[in-house]
C-alpha cells in the first residue's frame, strides 16, 4: 500500500511538500514511483515520476522547474516539493507504484494508488 499526506490550504505563490510512504508487499517490487493530480471534472494526470534504486525523474512540462520530485529509500517514501504553486494546481494528488522501470505519463502502469491528499491553492 501507499499512503498520502502533506496537503492543504496555500496560497500562489506558496510551497508544499507532498509525501508517499509505500509499506507491505509494495515494497518488495518497486521499480518506480509516480504522482499523479486529478482535478474536479478533470482526468487524472501525471505530474511527476522518479525511479527507486537509481532515482531517474521525469516531470510534466506544466510543472517543470517548480516541483521536485525525490526519495528516501531508507524510509519507503516518495517526496514531491511544490514551489511557486498557481491555483490550476488545485487537485487531489495521488501517489502509485510500478514494478516496471516506468517514470511515463500513463496512469494504467502505476498500481497501488493511495487516497490521495488535497492541495489547494487559492488567494
Known amino acids: 500500500q501507499v499512503a498520502e499526506s502533506g496537503g492543504g490550504l496555500v496560497q500562489p505563490g506558496d510551497s508544499l511538500r507532498l509525501s508517499c510512504e509505500a509499506s507491505g508487499r509494495t515494497l518488495i517490487s518497486i521499480g518506480a514511483m509516480g504522482w499523479f493530480r486529478q482535478a474536479p471534472g478533470k482526468e487524472r494526470e501525471f505530474v511527476a515520476a522518479?525511479?527507486?534504486?537509481?532515482?531517474?525523474?521525469n516531470y510534466a512540462d506544466s510543472v517543470k522547474g517548480r516541483f521536485t520530485v525525490s526519495k528516501d529509500n531508507a524510509k519507503n517514501t516518495m517526496y514531491l516539493q511544490m514551489n511557486s504553486l498557481l491555483p490550476e494546481d488545485t487537485a487531489v494528488y495521488y501517489c502509485?507504484?510500478?514494478?516496471?522501470?516506468?517514470?511515463?505519463?500513463?496512469?494504467?502502469?502505476?498500481?497501488?494508488w493511495g487516497q490521495g491528499t488535497q492541495v489547494t491553492v487559492s488567494s
Open positions: 522518479i525511479t527507486w534504486r537509481t532515482g531517474y525523474t
Open positions: 502509485g507504484t510500478t514494478d516496471e522501470l516506468y517514470i511515463g505519463r500513463l496512469s494504467s502502469k502505476y498500481y497501488s
